[in-house]
Each structure stands twice: as C-alpha cells, then as structure tokens.
C-alpha cells in the first residue's frame, strides 16, 4: 500500500463493524490496574474445579486421591494456557497481516484494536503460566500444525475464516468452561476480562463472512460454506477418547497412581453420548455453529448441496434461535 492510498480509504459503513471497533475502546481493560498481580498461585492449590478437566466427570477419576486429581487438572491447565498464550501471538500476526492488505477503514481498525488485545492475552497468560511456577506440557504437533498452515496465509478471506470467525468461536466455549470452574480468583479475572474480549473478535468475523456470503454467488458460497462446514461438525462431536486418555495415563504414571484405564473410558463415553445428545436437542448449541449460522452458511440451499440438511445437529442449530448481541 503507498501514501495516496492511504488518504481516501472507504469506510464500509457497516455498523455493526464499527460498533465493534468502538467497543474496543469502551470495554478496554488495562493489565495492570484491572489485574491483582499480588494474588498468589499456589503449588498445590486447585485452581479449576476437577469437573473441567477431560474425564473429570467420571466415577474412576473422582475416585482418585485428591493430591493425584489436583496435579493431573493442573497439567491439563497449563497446557491449556500454554496453546492459548501462543495462540494469541499467531492472532496478533494475523492481525497484523489483515491491517496491511484490507483496503476497508473500518476492516484496518478493526484489526489493529485486535492485535492490541492479543498482545494483552499474551502478556496475562504468559504472567500466570509463570505464577504457576511449573513447565508446561509441550504443545501437540496437530495444533502447531494448524498455526504453521494460518500463519503462511496472505489472502484476507482465508486469514479472517480461520482465526477471528473459526478459531475464536472454537475458543468460546473454552473460555466459558474455563471461567465456569475457576476457583483461583486471579485466573477467573483474566479468563473473565479476556472472553469479553474475545467475543467482539468472534463477532467481526462473522460479521465480515456474512458480508462476503452476500455479496458472492451461491456456487462460490457453496464452495465456501464446504470448506468449514465439515471441519465445524468434526470439532462439535469430538468428545474425550483414547488420545485424551493417554494424556491422563501418562500423568498419573508421573506421580506413580495406578488407574483403571478402561472402567474410565466406558465412563465417559456415556458423558460423551449424553453431550451429543443435548446437541441434537437444540439444548447447547456450540458457537461454532452458532457463527456459522449468523454467517449464513447453514442456508437450507448450501446444506443441501454439501449433504448435511438432516444432520440432527446442524437441524438443531437451525431452530436455536439467535438471541445474543454480537461482541457484547
């Protein structure tokens, strides 16, 4: 982009695009005044409730000696943490990448308001991994693999499904568990101050898709809604299993408690079928179809032509009506 550029760029004019880049300013927080970094994080202290962790639920977890379910709920924070505080360092080039190609004012705004909360979510997780005072678990090759392939991205579209429309409505519901179960208050004022957040950065990604869907023809936005839909109802169903499972086997190997691996998993997958279930009731409806949705992708003539019209869950979400304000 040159300097004449520069002098004339076009607001969209779209209010709820602006309305969120006001927001920005009006919800700001500051890390330092809003944030009692003098709270302690205790070593054996447990700072989510038990329930939050994959299996938690279960009768053989909840069995376990407390000093076992505390260190394995730990691990399963800070790794957590660990893929979030990196994730905001990905968003934060992201960001960076959308405000230099967009030729939309109001788009360019958005982006760098954006970065500038990224680069405080960082700084938070990175300042409570630090008060946890123990070494994270690494992050897992698939998700640094995701990462690696949105960080090579330069077109917009791309750069905007994946991170503000597909990842942040993933991490919604993250966030939300998150703040649900937190027990330490320092962790409950971060999660709390960064979920506000993190919803107006999910909102202008499905505000910018919806806006793409209009103006496109329904072939290119059949093409589209095909490339997430799939991905979408693959994270929505994925539930605790095996590979989850040999995270906790290996936990509690590190602390020498025995376990019934199998008794666990025939535990949770009665978990997993009852969650499934409310889905296809309409009962908990995952952002990501709500996003998905609000975006228009889940048109009756888009679902049609990718397959998926009588997919019990996607009708659900259908019915769920929309009732929340984008980036409240």
């Known amino acids: 982009m040159r300097t004449r550029e520069l002098l004339n760029l076009e607001n969209t004019g779209h209010q709820g695009i602006n309305a969120l880049f006001a927001k920005a300013h009006s919800a ?35 069995a376990l000696p407390e000093h076992a379910k505390n260190y394995v709920t730990r691990r399963g924070l800070g790794r957590m943490l660990n893929i979030l505080q990196v994730g905001e360092s990905v968003a934060q080039d992201v960001c960076a990448k959308i405000a230099l190609s967009v030729r939309q004012e109001d788009y360019r705004n958005h982006a760098v308001a954006q970065a500038m909360d990224e ?22 090759f698939g998700t640094e693999m995701m ?59 499905v505000l910018y898709i919806a806006e793409w869907m209009k103006t496109h023809s329904l072939d290119a936005q059949i093409d589209f809604a095909r490339q997430w839909l799939g991905q979408i109802l693959m994270i929505v169903t994925d539930r605790p299993g095996p590979l989850m499972l040999s995270r906790m086997t290996q936990r509690l190997q590190e602390i020498g408690v025995d376990y019934d691996a199998a008794q666990m998993l025939h ?20 952002h990501l179809l709500k996003s998905a949705r609000r975006a228009g992708l889940l ?12 997919h019990p869950i996607v009708k659900a979400a259908i019915r769920e009506p929309v009732t929340e304000a984008l980036g409240a």
Do not use: C
Not at 37 to 43: E, N
Not at 273 to 279: P, V
């Open 28 to 62: 700001d927080w500051d890390i330092e005044r809003d944030v009692d970094w003098s709270l302690s994080v205790d070593s054996e202290e447990p700072l989510v409730e038990y329930e939050w962790g994959a299996f938690g639920r279960t009768p053989t977890f909840q």
């Open 119 to 140: 680069a405080r979510h960082h700084l938070a997780y990175r300042r409570f991994l630090d008060k946890m005072n123990e070494q994270p678990e690494d992050i897992d």
């Open 147 to 205: 990462f690696d392939d949105l960080l090579s991205q330069t077109d917009p579209l791309r750069l905007i499904a994946t991170e503000q429309f597909f990842l942040e409505s993933l991490a919604m519901n993250l966030f939300e568990s998150i703040q649900k179960h937190a027990r330490n208050p320092l962790l409950r004022t971060i999660i709390t101050l960064i979920t506000r957040d993190e919803s107006r950065h999910m909102g202008f990604g």
């Open 267 to 286: 535990e949770q997958q009665s978990i997993n079928a009852a969650e499934i279930a409310d889905m296809k009731s309409g009962q908990k409806v995952p």
């Open 299 to 310: 048109k009756p003539e888009i679902l049609e032509a990718v397959g998926i019209a009588d």
